[in-house]
T-cell receptor, first 115, second 116 residues
Framework: GNSVTQMEGPVTLSEEAFLTINCTYT??????LFWYVQYPGEGLQLLLK?????DKGSNKGFEATYRKETTSFHLEKGSVQVSDSAVYFC??????????????FGKGTLLTVNP | KAGVTQTPRYLIKTRGQQVTLSCSPI?????VSWYQQTPGQGLQFLFE???????NKGNFPGRFSGRQFSNSRSEMNVSTLELGDSALYLC???????????????FGPGTRLTVT
């Protein structure tokens, strides 16, 4: 079935380091891909999205490119800040039948950025 | 515009009891989805309601049920609680887009349920 696999954490970086969180997916058809972020004690927030192959989603310095040939949607940021410390979820939106869509999440990657 | 609110934020129940959680979506949003988040299983989809009808359902036993009211507020009920039901329950609302589904779901802070 359709699924998302993202790199296991935790990931610990120093401020201004480069960040990559890997995400690969298995899906039929033409899914959309998302990255959500969950700060401590809060719900999930949509960080960025890409709805078709080769789309690049970007927000707050984060970027991810929808790569159909490698079925990947890796999250990157050139210079992380302490405030980026959070759990990051990769998610897949797919048509499950008729007009019903389902959103499937990866298990999440905890990022800690130290000053 | 106020965000998605969930009540209560924390709840402690004992095995065998039942619980009702509440979710108020963002004003104007008509779709409400519920998710269970646990360290072991991650985020799992429970169900989605749109215009007072369950439109989508995940793979959870019948002990998990929900409903939506005419003002789009939603409740989720879990009967005969088990220890494994301890989790963070997240509610998300969205404004219908193409096909009645919007890509952007707005999440509430969750209700932390502990079953002892």
């Amino acid at each position: 079935g359709n699924s998302v696999t993202q790199m296991e954490g935790p990931v610990t970086l120093s401020e201004e380091a480069f960040l990559t969180i890997n995400c690969t997916y298995t899906a039929t058809g033409y899914p959309s891909l998302f990255w959500y972020v969950q700060y401590p004690g809060e719900g999930l927030q949509l960080l960025l999205k890409a709805t078709k192959a080769d789309d690049k989603g970007s927000n707050k310095g984060f970027e991810a490119t929808y790569r159909k040939e490698t079925t990947s949607f890796h999250l990157e940021k050139g210079s992380v800040q302490v405030s980026d410390s959070a759990v990051y979820f990769c998610a897949l939106l797919w048509l499950s039948g008729g007009s019903n869509y389902k959103l499937t999440f990866g298990k999440g990657t905890l990022l800690t950025v130290n000053p | 515009k106020a965000g998605v609110t969930q009540t209560p934020r924390y709840l402690i129940k004992t095995r065998g009891q039942q619980v009702t959680l509440s979710c108020s979506p963002i004003s104007g949003h008509r779709s409400v989805s519920w998710y269970q988040q646990t360290p072991g299983q991650g985020l799992q989809f429970l169900f989605e309601y749109f215009s007072e009808t369950q439109r989508n359902k995940g793979n959870f036993p019948g002990r998990f049920s929900g409903r939506q009211f005419s003002n789009s507020r939603s409740e989720m009920n879990v009967s005969t609680l088990e220890l494994g039901d301890s989790a963070l329950y997240l509610c998300a609302s969205s404004f219908p887009g193409q096909g009645g589904w919007s890509y952007e779901q707005y999440f509430g802070p969750g209700t932390r349920l502990t079953v002892t």
